[in-house]
């Protein structure tokens, strides 16, 4: 079962673009890799997913290296309603769909 | 499209009470369903999945049960509520195969 491991909390200002970076080290041969953005008293809210290489979409891109034990969520120029908790979580079919979610980064974004 | 329902959105129950709270999802067939638990200001817990009707996982064995009725009918419940079980309850689901993971707008309960 994969286990994720981000960073716990990152700052960063208005129109900077930021990197969150997930360690998934034990991922499976079957596994994608999903983000997910959380506000207050809200259920999470999917952002990208990807099995490998590059993906992106119209508010992020996902960065996979070829041995997928990471993966780097890039957030273009941010504002300050991107200030959320950013999941990354693995898994799929060889976990039996079980979906663990980790620690999530704490993004805050100044003005 | 599909839509997922969970409800009540708060819930304030006595310590020692039962519990049920119902999610329901629409426009898919067989989803993969689950329970998360969050406390306030920490990450989400796992506590129940089910890829199936009558199909439960338990992460959390607690004071906690889960039933899958219906192929899109998920529900927790609890016999007797301790202190501990406040929270945010979300239900999830999914498409087999596909893990990304669509969110109600969760339950806030406190048990006083």
């Known amino acids: 079962l994969a286990k994720t491991t981000q960073p716990i909390s990152m700052d960063s200002y208005e129109g900077q673009e930021v990197n969150i970076t997930c360690s998934h080290n034990?991922?499976?041969?079957?596994?994608?890799i999903t983000w997910y953005q959380q506000f207050p008293s809200q259920g999470p809210r999917f952002i990208i997913q990807?099995?490998?290489t590059k993906v992106t979409n119209e508010v992020a891109s996902l960065f996979i290296p070829a041995d997928r034990k990471s993966s780097t969520l890039s957030l273009p120029r941010v504002s300050l309603s991107d200030t959320a908790v950013y999941y990354c979580?693995?898994?799929?079919?060889?976990?039996?769909?079980?979906?663990?979610f980790g620690s999530g980064t704490r993004l805050l974004v100044r003005p | 499209s599909q839509t997922i329902h969970q409800w009540p959105a708060t819930l304030v129950q006595p310590v020692g009470s039962p519990l049920s709270l119902e999610c329901t999802v629409e426009?898919?067939?067989?989803?993969?369903l689950y329970w998360y638990r969050q406390a306030a200001g920490r990450g989400l817990q796992l506590l129940f999945y089910?890829?199936?009707?009558?199909?439960i996982s338990s992460e959390v064995p607690q004071n906690l049960s889960a039933s899958r009725p219906q192929d899109r009918q998920f529900i927790l419940s609890s016999k007797k509520l301790l202190l501990s079980d406040s929270g945010f309850y979300l239900c999830?689901?999914?498409?087999?195969?596909?893990?990304?993971?669509?969110f109600g707008s969760g339950t806030q309960l406190s048990v006083l």
């Open positions: 990807g099995y490998k």
């Open positions: 089910s890829v199936g009707i009558g199909q």
């Open positions: 999830a689901w999914s498409a087999g195969g596909n893990e990304k993971l669509f």
């Open positions: 979580l693995v898994g799929g079919m060889d976990s039996s769909y079980k979906l663990i």
């Open positions: 426009g898919t067939s067989n989803p993969n």
């Open positions: 034990n991922i499976a041969t079957n596994d994608y």
